[in-house]
Structures are given as structure tokens and as C-alpha cells.
């Protein structure tokens, strides 16, 4: 067979485990596994690893409206540069994505600028709760996403009855920022001035667990599925383990591992994000749950804010870190360090996504699937620089971090958008399809 691909030479990750074949592409699917004849390109993958493109469901891009922090470009560029292949971008812009008009107006920023595959949340309003049921089936919609504590921006449905109007509206699952906003708000007083370690503190254990009781029980009135995002701590998670029917969740790896005794002194208000870096008992609990198998997915939560930003004195200073340019490679050096197997790590970023969110063709490698692979060096030793990042923000908390496995190559639909940190000449990222909003 002749293929517009081939990659070969690698070890390649397919469902059944790691296989040392040869894989074609044409039309930007795999059509062949195994011994492939002629290809338009030959990709040399000898000593490194092929995985199914990494798919990153949480991402902020920040545009419209906060393109000095981050914009769709940018955003799309730090992904592809540590291997993702696709992203889910947050809808708590200026204006927010809460209407038709604000999604469409993405996607249409993001034809030719976008690097990766991409797909755009829908935020849920007191005011808009009726409409999302039509606004979760526009093609390159990833869904509706709930904050019930105020995060960055002002997307915000807090109290039961509003969040009963949301989740009755529509059939999609529902991603949900699981804080509760009342006991924050009873809690300000928790904050010093100066001090970002008091930050988990104010938004503590109770205000996750509160938050997230509240929402299995809504969820579960509604018959509704959810997806809790970037929990923190490990009794949110022995609940979650409990309600596996209705709800999946995510865990970040900012919160696996950075621990808050040393990240607060060392890193300052670079360290604050919602919900907090809490302590390392935290982060070892979270391991203690994600080797149980209760976590299904690896999202970065990159939240991005300027470095003018975050050098404002809590707690004026902004919320949020870079993440997804990192995602992969804090993940590989934890598989290096033996904390998780590659295979649970694969299942993590490409197919738990697929599975939790219904994606059409990708998270796997198989033939018929979209021919995205992540290409890495699982023996490289390298040091995270600042020269390294292409996130607007500049900043990483892991900057001068020395890790074991890279990304080395990006490849989406069979363009290869990245190899050993150059870009491709061209910006080729299209919309993610769905498997509830493709056929009817």
C-alpha cells in the first residue's frame, strides 16, 4: 500500500500494547499498521516512543479580550511544542463564550492561526441556562462548563436552583469548577495580605468538598452526567470513586506534583491557582487515588497571567499558571520516576478523553482513527528554560526543572506540526468532532 505517511522505526502504542510496526497515513487517517510499503514522507521514529496524540481538556487561551496574557495562536503553539494534539479552550474571555455568536466567533479566530485540533466550552449564566441545550450541539462546542466559585473572569452559577436550570438543559456532560463560592465568600477574612500560602486556607479542603457533594447530588436529581476538573484533594476524590456512574473527573499536574510547603516560599503568588496547591499530603493522596484508577483524565488548567500580573501583592494577584506546553513532559518524568506505567499515562491524555467526552477518531491508534501521534524520547534528560516556552506569559513554575522524557514530535491528522522544537510552516488545526453532535 501507498500511504502520504509512514512512521516507522519506533516502538508505537496501540490498544493492545507496544508494537514495533510501521503505521501509514493518507487523508489524515491511519490506514495501516504493520508493514507499509512506499510513503509520500518517512517519518524516522528509531529510539523513540509513538503515543496517540495527547489530547489536553482544559486549557484558557484567553481570547478575545486578554491577548496580553495569551491568545489562540500562542496558546495552540505551546501545545503542540510539548506534544498535544488537541485542545479544550475555557470559555471565561472577554466577552464570555456563552452565546452562538461568541463560539462561532472562535472558531473563526482560530482557522489558520490554531496549531492543534481544538474544541471551545460553553460557560453557563444564570441567564443563559434554557439555551444550552441548543449552544452544547454546535459543531467544535466541547460541552458546558459550570463555575460555581468564581475563577478568573465572571462566569459564576452558585446557588442549587440555578444549577438544577443548567444541568436540566441539554444531554452533554457537564464540566464543572467545583468550589463553593458561599463558604469562600463567608471565608475572605482567611486571606493575609502578602502571604499566597494563605490562599489554601481561604479556598480550603471544605469549600472543594462542599461544592463537589453539591453538584453529585444536582447532577444526580438531574440525571445528568458531569466531569468534575482539576480536583485537589483526596477525600473529593474516595466521593468521586463513589458516583462513577454519573461523574469522571481530572487531576492536574500542577497538583501532582507541586506541594505547598515549598512552592508558596519558593514561588510566591507564581504558585496561586484555583483550587490551590494545597500540601504534599494532598499530593500524595491524589497518587494514592489516580493508582485506583479514579481520575480519568490529565488536564493542564493552563491559565496564564503576565508576569506584571502575578508579581502584584496577594491577593491581588491573579489566579492561574502556564500549563500546557508542561503537561506532558512533568507526566513523562513521573513515569521515569516510576510514580505511573507509560500505558496508564496514554489512557490519561488520549483515550480517557475520548471515552469521557465522546470524541470522534482520535485517542487512539488504530486504523480509521485521525492520524495523530505524539512522538517522544522517554530516555531524554533535559532542563525546562525559559527559552523553551512559547506561552504569551513567558513564566513557568517549573522553569530550570530538570526532567527525564520530551516530546519530540507533534503530529495531527498526519501533518507533522512540530518536530524537535520547529514549527511546521503552517497553522492546520481544525474543530474536534463528537460522537452526540456529529449524527442525528
Known amino acids: 500500500m501507498n500511504v502520504d505517511l509512514k512512521l516507522t522505526g519506533g516502538t508505537v502504542h496501540l490498544p493492545g ?16 499498521i504493520g508493514r507499509v510499503g512506499d510513503a509520500g514522507e518517512t517519518i524516522d521514529c528509531a529510539g523513540l516512543d509513538v503515543l496517540p496524540g495527547v489530547i ?3 486549557v484558557h487561551f484567553r481570547e478575545p479580550g486578554l491577548e496580553a496574557k495569551e491568545d489562540l495562536e500562542s496558546g495552540a503553539r505551546s501545545a503542540v511544542l510539548g506534544g498535544v494534539t488537541a485542545v479544550f479552550e475555557m470559555p471565561n474571555t472577554k466577552p464570555n463564550t456563552d452565546s452562538a455568536e461568541a463560539v462561532n466567533d472562535k472558531l473563526a479566530r482560530a482557522r489558520h492561526r490554531m496549531w492543534c485540533d481544538h474544541a471551545f466550552y460553553v460557560g453557563a449564566t444564570n441567564h443563559n441556562a434554557e439555551s444550552l441545550a441548543d449552544l452544547e450541539r454546535m459543531p467544535g462546542t466541547a460541552g458546558v462548563k459550570i463555575f460555581m466559585g468564581a ?3 465572571d462566569l459564576l452559577v452558585s446557588d442549587d436552583a440555578n444549577l438544577a436550570r443548567v444541568l436540566a438543559s441539554g444531554h452533554r456532560r457537564v464540566a464543572i469548577h467545583a468550589e463553593d463560592e458561599f463558604r469562600m465568600q463567608d471565608r475572605l477574612g482567611e486571606r493575609v495580605a502578602g502571604d499566597p500560602s494563605s490562599h489554601p486556607v481561604w479556598r ?88 485506583q484508577g ?4 490529565i488536564g493542564s488548567d493552563h491559565a496564564p497571567h503576565t508576569k506584571e500580573e502575578k508579581a502584584k501583592p496577594y491577593p491581588d494577584s491573579p ?8 503537561l506532558l513532559p512533568l507526566m513523562l518524568n513521573h513515569v521515569a520516576e516510576g510514580r505511573l506505567t507509560l500505558q496508564r499515562l496514554i489512557d490519561l491524555t ?22 495523530d501521534f505524539t512522538v517522544v524520547d522517554l530516555k531524554k534528560q533535559w532542563a525546562i528554560e525559559e527559552s523553551w516556552l512559547a506561552s504569551r506569559c513567558g513564566w513557568s513554575p517549573f522553569t530550570g526543572m530538570t526532567l527525564t522524557g520530551k516530546p ?8 507533522r506540526v512540530m518536530w524537535e522544537g520547529a514549527l511546521a510552516a503552517q497553522a492546520i488545526g481544525e474543530p474536534i468532532r463528537f460522537e452526540s453532535v456529529d449524527f442525528e
Not at 474516595?238 to 519558593?266: F, M, S, W
Not at 479514579?294 to 483524565?297: A, N, S, W, Y
Open 17 to 32: 500494547g507496544p508494537a514495533q510496526v510501521d503505521v501509514g497515513v493518507s487523508g489524515g487517517k491511519i490506514v495501516a
Open 56 to 58: 489536553d481538556s482544559q
Open 151 to 153: 475563577s478568573t473572569g
Open 204 to 291: 480550603d479542603d471544605e469549600s472543594a468538598m462542599l461544592a463537589t457533594r453539591r453538584i453529585l447530588g444536582l447532577a444526580r436529581a438531574a440525571k445528568r452526567r458531569i466531569h468534575i476538573l482539576h480536583v485537589t484533594t483526596p477525600a473529593e476524590l474516595e466521593v468521586i470513586g463513589r458516583n462513577k456512574d454519573i461523574a469522571t473527573c481530572e487531576v492536574t499536574p500542577q497538583h501532582l506534583t507541586l506541594a505547598g510547603e515549598n512552592a508558596y516560599p519558593r514561588l510566591g503568588s507564581y504558585a496561586q491557582m484555583n483550587p490551590p496547591i494545597r500540601s504534599g499530603a494532598h499530593r500524595d493522596g491524589l497518587w494514592d487515588w489516580l493508582r
Open 294 to 297: 479514579v481520575p480519568d483524565v
Open 319 to 326: 489566579s492561574g499558571m502556564p500549563g500546557v506546553q508542561t
Open 350 to 371: 488520549s483515550a480517557g478523553p475520548q471515552r469521557v467526552f465522546g470524541i470522534t477518531g482520535k485517542g487512539r491508534i488504530a486504523v480509521g482513527y485521525d492520524a
Open 408 to 415: 519530540v514530535g507533534t503530529v495531527v491528522r498526519g501533518n
